[in-house]
């Protein structure tokens, strides 16, 4: 018999991927999936013991864990906004950097459009939605709102339509490639508020990152061409322009080296009241834009 103490000993060898902090609350959320158990009381009674079976799949978690594969992805599921959705290799993980995004996008919707959120019942598209995670705890927390979410790979779609089915919201959901969009425009409306968090790491990002990262998740949603960084920010405001009224709001999350860049382009394309925002790591990661 293992017990609670043991896991937390034999998950150590992962010091190599992780530092401890990461690797201590990694082991905890392992440890509360796989035994139903809530994360206080696996702290409270590190002497309590497991059984045979958790211990074998805990075993061959850590195995995987080695490997560097996201923890998420072994689980095959996460939690964003406070909700829980389904991953897979085929869809991005959901970042705290996108609840900020999110976060905003409520706090501006409720005095831009309406009283209340509750009270927003304007048409909304998340553009290259993966998980789905953007259009979802928007509907979630704007229930009258009409949500549309695009994409261009098919199984990320699946996984966003189990994900709406799984939060018990309505959304509707598109097959399209944005660069194209037009010669596809039959498949779009009018929208009042526009977001998108598209691909934005440059070869030379790459670089930089985690291994857990480039080696596992979808490279289609992670990264663009280093001479075109704003590839899908230019293409997405060209479409804005065209799909948002008047006061309409395109949100955007960006590349922390390319936040002046992106704003210049949105003046230039004739939006106002453009804001650059940072996240809490203060690196800048969000922008809002309205049309005139
Ligand atoms: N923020 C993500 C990362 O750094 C990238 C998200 C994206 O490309 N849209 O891993």
Redesign the pocket.
Known sequence: MITIKDVFEDYKQLNNIYDSTEMEALTLLVISEISKLSKASIKAFPERELSTEQSEVLKTILTRLQTGEPVQYILGETEFYGLPFKVSPSV?IP?P??EELVEWILSVCGGHFAQNSDQFEGAILDI?TGSGCIAISLKKNLPNANVSAVDISEPALQTAKDNAVLNQVEVHFVHSDILDWRAQDSKFNMYNLIVS?????TPH?KQQ?HTN?TDH?PHS???VPENDPLLFYNAIADFALLKLPTKGLLFF?I?ENYGNQTVEMLQKKGFTDIVLKQDMSGRDRMIKAATI
């Open positions: 991005l970042r950097e996108t290259g968090n598209p691909p934005y790491v990002d990152m990262v998740e949603a992670l990264f999350e590349n």
